[in-house]
């Protein structure tokens, strides 16, 4: 986490991360339930966003911004 926070990123972790994000969102359509529960989900959030718009962000997501949202993050539990 401490690596992640302070931008300590390789440019394959970061587009391996954003390739598992982004076939996700890929995988919506292959089932109508989890197509239901995407667009439920949005809608009881007020959110107007589809698959495509979510990919289409995740594509521009730099280090900086993983490392910024990471800060804010703290450990709460370690299991042995």
């Known amino acids: 986490l401490k690596?992640?926070?302070?931008a300590q990123i390789t440019d394959t972790e970061l587009k391996t991360a954003k390739?598992?994000?982004i076939n996700a969102y890929r995988s919506l359509p292959d089932s109508?339930?989890?197509?239901?529960?995407?667009?439920?989900?949005?809608?009881?959030?007020?959110?107007?966003?589809s698959?495509?718009?979510?990919?289409?962000?995740v594509e521009t997501v730099t280090?900086?911004?993983?490392?910024?949202v990471a800060q804010k993050i703290t450990l709460d539990t370690i299991y042995f």
């Open 3 to 6: 690596a992640i926070q302070q």
């Open 19 to 21: 390739l598992a994000v």
């Open 32 to 49: 109508p339930a989890s197509l239901e529960g995407w667009y439920t989900g949005r809608a009881l959030s007020g959110l107007d966003t």
């Open 51 to 57: 698959p495509e718009d979510c990919i289409a962000l």
């Open 63 to 68: 280090k900086e911004e993983v490392a910024q």
